[in-house]
């Protein structure tokens, strides 16, 4: 994440993370206020909740609720009244006995279930149902079927949108997050610890004496223990205040003896000073920052022998030691850090640290493509309740009116031919872009349309809106063939047919005949009725 920074804004931010005020007194007071104000930063980022700075982003079989009801509410009414309101395990046993001579019996099952679902959620809402089922002469109607096709397409692009999600992703962040949680409090407390109860071990070790117990392997083990050498006062020297203040718990006896209840109630002493400064927020940038300002804050002795004498330390260091009795200064000797082979240490807090960084990186581009499906399936929603208004802004006659196809039905299947042909010798292209693939190999062969799919396009007839080609005068109007009977075809008081002459834009314009009473309305409403009828087949465009 380093080299995203540009150098004024790190230049900036090592300045301010850096920089503390000094609380002056006696000599000493507040000589290591801008390391701890370093090592604060550090802490309060480490103490973080994760789930609060980095909410975690879910995805669901709730998030397709929408787009399934849609379905249901336009599908074939034969398939969905043979649909059980059943749910749980009774809804999954007739499941079982529907599917079990399916030769996709898990396919099967999967469906019947999330179809059952949308069925029961639909009929529980009763009159508040977003989505009612149309009427069943508009679902059985050419466009109705292509409206429940075009919906069903719609719905199988959003469960994989899904899958996506539920199979990958979501273990995927499951596990970074588990590790997140861990990496700054092992940071703060040491590997595998949680709190500080003043123990010896993963958190700190106190050595033989200040020196020692603030240098090579028994520091870097957590940034409780390195504040501790920092900060935390004891009998030499007990009235100092070298980060500003003084831990009184340590105060009266030596540095071997500020264990257990005297060492927490150190750190605690420690802990509510560094919650005075200004928290920085969870995030990459703010960890690298904050540790580019800790290595910044390290200062080196040219004239110690790093072998024995603190070279390398963070603080004030008096005859190249952290720790010389009848003295103020105190320092954590790193100089173990920057050694080489064996007695090289590593500075575990750091590496903690450093690595939660990088894991908040992975997770925000992870949880970004959470967010991309997430609005993919939205769309996907919004374009099916689309399709599913249009069609219930109609009724059968507008259909009728309109059973020679659209002009855009031949673009369409044309267009569908172009785009199919981009895929040949590419199955998986092929069949993941809705068409359909003749070959030999999946490298050899050809793309095609799929006929199954687009079947109901290919098969309204070529009528004039009084009756299919090789139907003539046996459906509409035109099936009546005397005055009486077509004036008879009636709804309620509405009439349907009239025996009159042809007008503009109907044929045998001189004859009389039974003719559609809904032309003039049809005529009139041709705009808008194809705008709606249009929207049903935009989706394969």
């Not at 150098?7 to 206020?33: E, H, K, M």
């Not at 540095?255 to 060492?263: D, L, N, Q």
Request: charged content about 25%; aromatic content about 6%.
């Amino acid at each position: 994440m380093m080299n995203q920074l540009t150098l004024p804004v790190l230049a900036a931010a090592l300045v301010f993370l850096g920089t503390s005020s000094r609380v002056y007194g006696t000599a000493g007071d507040g000589a290591n206020g801008a390391d701890f104000h370093v090592l604060c930063n550090l802490v309060n980022l480490a103490k973080t909740p994760v789930d609060t700075a980095i909410p975690q982003l879910n995805l669901d079989d709730k998030a397709l609720d929408d787009i399934r009801e849609i379905w249901v509410a336009l599908a074939d009414p034969k398939y969905t009244t043979s649909l059980p309101s059943k749910l749980g395990a009774e809804g999954a046993a007739t499941a079982e006995t529907a599917c079990q001579t399916s030769p996709k019996a898990a396919e099967c099952k999967s469906n019947w279930t999330k179809w059952q679902a949308a069925k029961k959620r639909t009929e529980t809402a009763g009159g508040q149902a977003k989505h009612k089922p149309l009427n069943e002469e508009l679902r059985n109607s050419v466009w109705g079927k292509q409206a429940a096709e075009a919906v069903a397409h719609l719905e199988a692009k959003a469960t994989k949108d899904l899958n996506d999600y539920t199979n990958s992703l979501k273990s995927q962040i499951t596990t970074m997050r588990t590790t997140l949680k861990s990496q700054p409090t092992d940071a703060l407390y040491g590997n595998g610890q949680t709190s500080f109860e003043g123990a010896e071990g993963a958190t700190r070790t106190v050595g033989s004496n200040r020196a020692a117990g603030c240098k090579g392997a028994n520091v870097g083990k957590s940034l409780v223990g390195d504040l501790l050498c920092l900060c935390a006062v004891d009998s030499n020297q007990g009235n100092a205040k070298h980060c500003g203040f003084v831990t009184t718990s340590c105060s009266s006896g030596l540095w071997t003896a500020c264990t257990g209840a005297s060492a927490k109630s150190a750190w605690l002493k420690i802990d509510g000073k560094c919650g005075h400064f200004t928290k920085l927020e969870f995030g990459p940038q703010a960890l690298t920052l904050a540790l580019a300002a800790f290595s910044g804050r390290l200062r080196s002795d040219i004239t110690a022998d790093a072998d024995t004498e603190a070279a390398v330390y963070l603080g004030n260091s008096h005859t190249q030691s952290c720790g010389t009795t009848g003295q103020v200064a105190r320092c954590v000797d790193y100089t173990a850090t920057f050694k080489e082979g064996a007695s090289r240490q590593k500075i575990s807090w750091y590496d903690k640290l450093a690595s939660a960084a990088t894991t908040i990186a992975t997770i925000t581009e992870k949880q970004a493509e959470v967010q991309t499906k997430q609005y993919a399936i939205k769309q996907l929603t919004q374009e099916a309740d689309r399709i599913y208004l249009s069609l219930s802004t109609l009724n059968i006659k507008d259909i009728e009116a309109h059973r020679q196809p659209a002009p855009a039905v031949a673009a369409l299947l044309s267009s569908k031919k172009a785009k199919c042909s981009q895929y040949h010798n590419k199955s998986k292209e092929c069949t993941d872009n809705g068409c359909k693939w003749e070959g030999t190999t999946e490298k050899d062969g050809k793309c095609i349309v799929d006929e199954s799919k687009v079947a109901t396009q290919t098969t309204t007839g070529t009528g004039t809106g009084e009756g299919a080609a090789g139907a003539t005068a046996s459906t509409g109007c035109t099936r009546h063939g005397t005055k009486a009977e077509c004036d008879a075809d009636k709804t309620g008081d509405k009439q349907n047919c009239a025996w009159r002459k042809g007008k503009e834009g109907e044929d045998e314009k001189d004859t009389e005949k039974c003719r559609n009473c809904s032309f003039l309305l049809n005529k009139k409403s041709s705009i808008s009725t194809d705008a709606a009828l249009m929207s049903l087949v935009s989706f394969y465009i």
